[in-house]
């Protein structure tokens, strides 16, 4: 998958956010509600490095692998970057993907959660 194919497939995800931070952090961020599920570098050196949380049993076997390494600041809470999108298959970035946004889901409240997969906006 290409960065722009990754970034669809995140705001395609149900009741999926974008949110653009500039400097100094520089990060295209993906949530759902409060909770973040990925993210892009988006400056130079790091550009488009892709950050997602993943199973704390496949944190160690996944950071093994060349071109993922432990995110920075975030890798107590089991999180991962890949340096270079398009060297992963498809499916191996939906289902990292899918994962991290059934995990940001399930950490927001019910009524959130209910508000959210209804398409509903919470004043």
Known sequence: MRVDEVKAYCAA??????????????????QVGDKRF??????????WRFSVRVMPERF????DQ????????????????????ERWPEQM????????????LQ???QCQRDALLAGKQKT
């Not at 995800?13 to 993906?30: D, F, I, K, M, W």
């Not at 975030?74 to 999180?79: A, C, I, Q, S, V």
Request: glycine letters at 2%; aromatic letters at 12%; proline letters at 6%.
């Open 13 to 30: 995800l149900r009741g999926a956010s974008c949110e653009l931070h500039q400097s100094p952090v520089n990060v295209l961020v993906y």
């Open 38 to 47: 990925a993210y892009f570098k988006t400056s130079q050196p790091q550009q």
């Open 60 to 63: 160690l076997e996944l950071t």
């Open 66 to 85: 060349p071109g993922i390494q432990p995110a920075r600041y975030l890798k107590r809470f089991h999180w991962i970057t890949l340096v270079e999108v």
């Open 93 to 104: 970035l939906r289902e990292l993907i899918d994962w991290s946004y059934k995990r940001a």
């Open 107 to 109: 950490a927001l409240s």
